[in-house]
């Protein structure tokens, strides 16, 4: 077998792997490692697949010298590199270095050309070459001996190109590459090409005449404005041919003949991977050698050789942890195939030292014990919760409610997603690797994976209460979000109730409705055609009636949202499309899903998520009942179809009235808006009183109605731009209104300039109870990511703060509801509103209960106000 060796071009990938991977990972010192980390994932995933006998790793040096004199644009029009990717390419070659990958790059050539060069030695040698990079330029080094390996998204997927593929995807060969780029051009590089020629023009013409020397020899088989441009163009078709080529026989300094890897030094791999705390990613580094980290390892987690007990000593060893107070850690095992064995399922507890594993009947008194009486741990504790108090009435509860409320558990996801909101990915192998400087032992199934999560657990536990400590969350995550979790389990397992015969009626006229409308559109378009299909609606709306139009894709001309609003004063076809398009929608996600979701007790039990949002705020999924819209005509019809849980009920809605606003007068300390707050007044009118200066009694509805607009706006950071979208007016108007806002609310403006002065220093905004929501796009160079960053610090303080209030309120009302004897029970949580299924017997009690509750929960310098109302359905409580 001839010797295989990987070349990667280093600035490419790491390109690639800096805008594959959230930019939220740090080393110890600061320096981000998003990049880094992403480009070794691939290095790994490389070396899994391929199995080179070495790797090389190629680096840009400065600017391609003879390609500047030959095109002064070239790559002109990218924008300097990102300051957070350029700091990461010491550290990637730090970890090079200490993988023993030799690093090659030369002054005033391109990371392309290195990699030419290397091919083309390899193939004297009779060496295979694998060249690892995203810059289609590379395919026309591709021989039999020679291939392209290119990611296709993300970082792992990964595509490999020899000859014939090149061939299948372009059209044309690898040698004939360089001229199929001078031709086409290539804007990544700003290489011109012959204008009106693309990727197909380009490769018929190389199809039929073989080189661009061949094309201009035959020009006289040619015509009309395909002629013209060749003739005309002819110097920068050659030129970009030129510029494209990649040169093959740049002087190197690389012995191909000793380079070899795996051959690295395990404890120098150990300290370098460990200094940038890539731990996981040290486990299958060292793997590839059939190595293991050395004992010198910083921070190596050493799981003791527990034996998994089960039967009788499962139960003594269970026993006498509880007894001695340890922290118990569980996880659940379902099989794949768990509906052909019943409810079969496995439980693992474990401790910082044993496991114990339960089977069938064993589980139910097992799970019982530890609920009742230790202290435990879990991933998921919501989860793990509902394996003894299901999210189903009808199935059997093996806990009571009075277990939920009182288990004294720690939720590790949850710890850890407080730590940092910006990742959805709360696994035990990533939380060892931030939280424990390790990575967890290799397990062949799940059963031995369990095992190894239970040992770790508990480990973890300490480390993250430590974590919670010293970032300042512990308060947030023990007053507010642990409590929670018992809350949402019970809440879960009410569920809400569907009145499926309203659901069915509504269903048979929407379908009618929708008929109705597909049958106008057909008519205003003179013809029949999908309505569905964005390309045949796209035909019917520009070719045929000749509507103004956006910019064309490659699909055609864009019929989303944005366009058919503009086109509603135009023509009527847009306002009957928007309209079936709703429908459309809200049946298939609403009338024809919902009467399927319901479990077996009849009622939809949706999933309250608490880890899901950056911004703290809970999450509903299967399902989302928070997406239903509140103020159209079908958002109140499919509300209508939600009623109380039992006859004799009444659907209670308790909703703070304008919180975030609230919240904005309360941390921003203003006068005037506290004072227009604590007045009782109309707060929209005061504000347009104040900013359109006019008396109160002469604001009109449209003065109040942009006043409104404002306000909100400026709780969500929106600049003038947005504000003259929404209000459809122009940007100086828009502007204008927003500079009046702020002379008439001083306060405001000094106080949100200083929560975006205080991110931008410490990379996250913080809620009034400390929970921090980290922005990393405050650093970004680019000025529309740096904008979105400054808006959202601008935001969570009163958003995040908001999802606090309710969260507290929650918890509060549960417990009232339970320890003052109502019947009543909290069903719902939409955004700032609880829902309760309240017998009419209780109402009075209930609400008023429920409105001290929400309004007292916490302190502001203005009245936080709650809106209590009641009615036969969801619709006519809200």
């Known amino acids: 077998m001839p010797k295989k060796i990987a070349v990667i071009d280093g600035n490419s990938l790491m390109y690639r792997a800096y805008h594959a991977v959230p930019p939220t990972m740090n080393a110890p010192d600061g320096t981000p490692t998003n990049a880094v980390f992403g480009f070794i994932a691939m290095f790994l995933k490389l070396y899994e697949m391929a199995k080179p006998d070495a790797v ?140 009106g020629i693309g990727d197909k023009t380009a490769a018929k013409l190389l199809q039929n005449y073989g080189t661009m020397d061949g094309i201009y020899e035959n020009l006289d088989k040619l015509k009309g404005k395909q002629l013209e441009n060749l003739t005309n163009n002819r110097d920068v078709a050659f030129i970009s041919r030129e510029v494209a080529t990649i040169v093959r026989d740049v002087d190197l300094e690389v012995d191909l003949e000793a380079a070899a890897f795996p051959a690295f030094d395990a404890q120098a791999v150990t300290d370098a991977f460990h200094a940038v705390r890539f731990n996981s990613h040290l486990q299958k580094m060292l793997g590839l050698a059939g190595q293991e980290a050395p004992v010198t390892a910083a921070a190596a987690i050493e799981l003791p050789k527990a034996d998994v007990l089960t039967g009788a000593e499962a139960a003594e060893g269970l026993a006498a942890a509880i007894d001695a107070g340890q922290m118990i850690a569980l996880e659940f095992v379902v099989p794949d195939q768990a509906s052909l064995f019943d409810d079969f399922k496995t439980m693992f507890a474990g401790t910082a030292e044993a496991v114990f594993k339960f089977t069938d009947e064993e589980v139910a008194p097992a799970f019982g014990r530890v609920v009742r009486e230790a202290r ?104 507010i979000d642990l409590p929670l979790v018992s809350t949402l389990t019970l809440m879960e397992r009410v569920g809400a109730q569907l009145d499926v015969d309203a659901l069915a009626a509504m269903g048979s006229a929407t379908r009618g409705e929708i008929d109705s409308l597909r049958a106008h559109i057909h008519e205003l378009a003179g013809e029949e055609f999908n309505v569905d299909s964005p390309k045949q609606l796209g035909v019917i709306l520009f070719d045929k009636l000749g509507l103004p139009h956006g910019k064309k894709t490659r699909t055609g001309y864009s019929t989303n949202a944005a366009t058919l609003k503009k086109l509603q004063s135009i023509h009527p076809i847009a306002d009957e499309v928007l309209r079936y398009r709703e429908l459309a929608k809200m049946s298939s996600t609403y009338i024809d899903a919902l009467p399927r979701m319901r479990a077996d007790d009849g009622r939809v039990h949706t999933h309250f998520n608490q880890t899901v949002t950056t911004t703290g705020r809970l999450s509903s999924s299967d399902p989302n009942l928070q997406n239903i819209p509140v103020r159209t005509d079908f958002g109140r019809r499919i509300r209508e179809c939600f009623v109380p849980l039992h006859e004799g ?97 001083p306060g405001v403006r000094s106080y949100l300039d200083k929560t975006v002065e205080d991110a931008k220093q410490t990379g996250y905004a913080v809620t009034m109870f400390g929970r921090k929501r980290h922005i990393p796009e405050l ?36 417990r009232r509801l339970i320890e003052d004897g109502f019947e009543s029970q909290l069903m719902l949580q939409v955004h700032d509103e609880l829902d309760l299924s309240v017998p009419a017997d209780e109402l009075e009690r209930l609400s008023d209960m429920v409105r001290e509750v929400m309004s007292t929960i916490v302190e502001l310098k ?15 409580a809200h």
């Not at 970890?95 to 193939?123: F, H, Q």
């Not at 106000?865 to 036969?872: H, I, K, T």
Request: with cysteine.
């Open 779 to 814: 650093k970004m160079r680019n000025a529309v990511q740096r904008g979105f960053g400054e808006r959202t610090a601008m935001n969570h303080p009163m958003q995040g703060s908001a999802a606090d209030i309710i969260k507290l309120a929650m918890n509060e009302v549960q």
């Open 862 to 876: 203005v009245p936080l106000l709650v809106d209590v109302s009641s009615g036969p359905n969801w619709a006519a």
């Open 649 to 745: 009920d009444v659907f209670v809605s308790a909703d703070y009235s304008q919180i975030e606003l609230r919240l904005l007068a309360h941390l921003s300390g203003d006068e005037h808006l506290v004072d227009a707050f604590c007045s009782g007044a109309d707060f929209h009118a005061a504000t347009a009183a104040r900013v359109f200066d006019v008396p109160v009694d002469e604001v009109t509805p449209q003065l109040r109605s942009r006043a409104k607009a404002v306000n909100f706006g400026i709780v969500y950071g929106q600049q003038a731009f947005g504000l003259a979208q929404s209000l459809d007016i122009g940007f100086k108007e828009a502007q204008d209104m927003i500079d009046r806002y702020f002379e008439a609310y």
């Open 376 to 479: 435990f741990c879990a991933l998921d504790v919501k989860k793990t919760l509902q394996e003894g108090y299901p999210a189903d009435t009808a199935k059997d509860a093996e806990l009571t409610a009075d277990d939920v409320r009182h288990a004294d558990y720690f939720d590790i996801g949850l710890a850890a997603y407080l730590l940092n909101s910006n990742t959805d990915v709360f696994a035990y192998d990533a939380l060892a690797d931030t939280y424990l400087a390790s990575s967890l032992p290799e397990t062949k199934d799940d059963d031995a994976a369990a095992a190894v999560h239970v040992l770790v657990a508990p480990r973890l536990v300490n480390a993250l209460r430590e974590a919670l400590d010293k970032d300042g969350s512990a308060d947030v995550y023990y007053k």
């Open 56 to 195: 090389i790793c190629a680096f840009d040096a400065g600017k391609p010298e003879f390609r500047m004199k030959a095109l002064e644009t070239y790559k002109a029009q990218r924008p300097p590199m990102d300051d957070e990717l350029r700091v990461q390419f010491p550290v990637i070659e730090s970890l090079l270095e200490a993988m023993s990958v030799p690093v090659v790059r030369l002054k005033g050539w391109e990371g392309d050309d290195i990699l030419g060069t290397i091919a083309a030695r390899d193939e004297e040698l009779g060496y295979e070459t694998l060249l690892i990079t995203g810059d289609k330029d590379a395919y026309q080094l591709v021989t039999d001996l020679t291939r392209v390996v290119t990611t296709k998204k993300g970082i792992t997927d990964v595509a490999i190109y020899g000859p014939a593929e090149v061939e299948e995807r372009y059209g044309v060969t690898p040698e004939q590459f360089p001229d199929f780029l001078g031709l086409k051009g290539d804007s990544a590089d700003n290489i011109p090409g012959v204008p």
